[in-house]
């Protein structure tokens, strides 16, 4: 049967897709004999969508005879549309269990496919925690994309044993897995309005902050390449089921969901509707609207923590796999602001900001708050380092005790060696130039250096006179002093000749081996610090 030619208005409605004959009414799926699902898998016959008629304001299409309302697709539609994401053209991997709220994703998404020429892949995983029940949900879910000729792929495994973080953990993985083999960039999952309430309710009564509060993401980025997306999450669960019904499309209904034995099944079936009847009728509004709100405020400062990263961020001191910040420029923004920007980098070494929590902000404000240096690891290998007001954000403990060589003795000048990633350079001068790097270089009078040299690292007990001052002071007091971290303090080298002390290098010179004008014989020696010393030791 061929299609009419459609006016301007009902062109807007036109999605492709297939009318089911109706036999009977439309239903959840609980565990079918084996022949019962052997009838649902016959070959269904083609058919062909006719849209002959558009009936009044409340956007229902006469498909061959039956009433089927595009509402619920056009929810879905406005879902990109409102979150700028662009439909035409794109590849998206669907994640469908089989149950009511996948089902009806996978159906908008089949409507919308000629409209905007998308390319489809569902994945569905099959745990086989339930038995027969769980092979029903992938043969019913095998007989809709056959019929709608649609992508499916099927992966079995043995979830019993594993947590519910586990198999999630387990369930991204394979969805991550096929979006990069086929270079998919948008990943969506069917949660909906309730399962948001559900969530909300959840996590604010165990103690999440406020990201958690806000419950499920509109939008969220997975990694570089892969954007997750919740269409229905505006769509009530109530909704969805009348959508399959005008479809007579079948679906699997999980036994477990109408028990109360798990902590969001009570929420749903005990809590919600004690708050609807006892409450407010409107609660589960209510509740939603509260996280769309935090949403925003979310969202807000999200993107304030991602436009203040480089204002407050040292490029000096930074690095790849190292950020390094203020802490007096941190003590100036607001807990909240250092909260969304604690995430940001997080989610920059990780990947995402699953994981993130209250308890790890409250464990890098205590860094944060401290005196003197001190360093923390958070799991997944983000350490933590504050020393003196730079605090370091890394993918790596760079602040680790280095592998230090033995001293290293020089009975002789040797023109150029190198000692712990450092290179020296001594030459004999016959004057001292007026401007000079001390950081770099200083100038020795030969005449009271005792060979041989040796060059080596901070020992306890070392004291010398620094240039300038009389008597001795502890090595440890002068970095102390020089505000010198004590993750630093070992890798600074040590200059002696067989009196003491003559150089502590990149600091000061010891007052009885300092050069003057009058020297006829002046030691220049040129301290580098090779690209491989901290960037050597963080990429360790």
């Known amino acids: 049967m061929g299609r009419k030619k459609l006016d301007k208005i009902q062109q807007l409605f036109v999605f492709d897709g297939i009318a089911l004959k109706q036999e ?10 084996k022949e019962e699902v052997a009838k649902r898998e016959e070959k269904p016959k083609n058919r062909q969508i006719v849209f002959s008629k558009i009936l009044g304001k409340d956007n229902r ?30 590849k998206f991997l669907l994640g469908v269990s089989g149950g009511s709220d996948s089902l009806a994703m996978l159906l908008a998404f089949h409507y919308m496919r000629n409209k905007y020429n998308l390319k489809l892949l569902v994945s569905h995983i099959n745990y086989k925690l339930r038995g027969d029940e769980s092979d029903v949900d992938c043969r019913l879910l095998r007989k809709v994309c056959f019929e709608k000729n649609i992508l499916l792929e099927v992966k079995e495994i043995d979830g019993t044993g594993h947590s519910e973080k586990g198999l999630r953990e387990i369930r991204f993985e394979e969805f991550t897995k096929i979006a990069e083999r086929d270079k998919i960039k948008n990943l969506c999952l069917a949660h909906n309005k309730n399962d948001q309430v559900e969530t909300v309710l959840f996590n604010i009564v165990r103690g999440s902050g406020v990201s958690g509060a806000a419950g499920i993401k509109r939008c969220l980025k997975l990694n570089s390449n892969l954007l997750l997306s919740h269409p229905l999450l505006n769509i009530e669960r109530t909704q969805i089921v009348e959508f399959l019904k005008d479809q007579n499309v079948q679906w699997a209904e999980d036994r477990t969901n109408s028990e109360p034995i798990y902590s969001r099944n009570k929420i749903r079936l005990e809590l919600l509707p004690w708050l609807r009847e006892n409450l407010n009728c409107k609660a589960m509004d209510n509740i939603f609207e509260f996280s769309s709100v935090l949403n925003e405020n979310h969202l807000y ?35 909240l602001l250092r909260y969304y920007l604690y995430k940001e980098l997080y989610e920059k070494f990780t990947g995402n900001t699953d994981g993130f929590y209250r308890q790890h902000f409250s464990q890098i404000e205590k860094v944060f708050e401290s005196k003197g240096s001190v360093k923390i690891e958070l799991f997944k290998k983000i350490f933590v380092i504050k020393e003196y007001d730079n605090l370091f954000f890394a993918d790596h403990d760079f602040a680790d005790e280095p592998e230090l060589e033995e001293p290293l003795v020089l009975p002789k000048i040797l023109k150029v060696f190198v000692h712990n990633n450092y290179r020296f350079r001594l030459s004999k001068v016959l004057k001292i130039p007026e401007e000079f790097d001390k950081t770099r270089v200083a100038f020795l009078d030969y005449a009271k250096l005792e060979f041989p ?33 004590k993750f630093e303090r070992k890798k600074i080298p040590i200059l002696t000749d067989m009196k003491g002390i003559v150089w502590v290098g990149g600091y000061r010179v010891d007052n009885r081996a300092v050069a003057s004008e009058e020297c006829a014989n002046i030691l220049r020696v040129e301290l580098e610090r090779l690209e491989k010393s901290r960037s050597a030791q963080r990429t360790k």
């Open 301 to 335: 400062w999200q993107e304030q923590a991602k436009s203040k990263i480089n204002r407050l961020k040292i490029k000096g001191e930074s690095d790849q796999g190292v950020d390094c910040f203020s802490v007096n420029k941190l003590t100036k923004e607001s807990p």
């Open 61 to 90: 299409m006469n498909i061959q005879g039956e009433q089927v309302s595009f509402d619920f697709v056009h929810q879905v539609e406005g879902f990109f549309l409102q979150n700028d994401i662009s439909l035409k053209g794109k």
């Open 24 to 33: 009977k009414p439309a239903s959840a799926v609980p565990v079918m004999a």
């Open 453 to 485: 040299l040796v060059v080596r690292t901070v020992v306890p007990g070392d004291k010398f006179t620094p240039s300038g001052m009389k008597g001795h002071k502890k090595l440890k007091d002068f970095f102390i002093d020089e505000k010198v971290s």
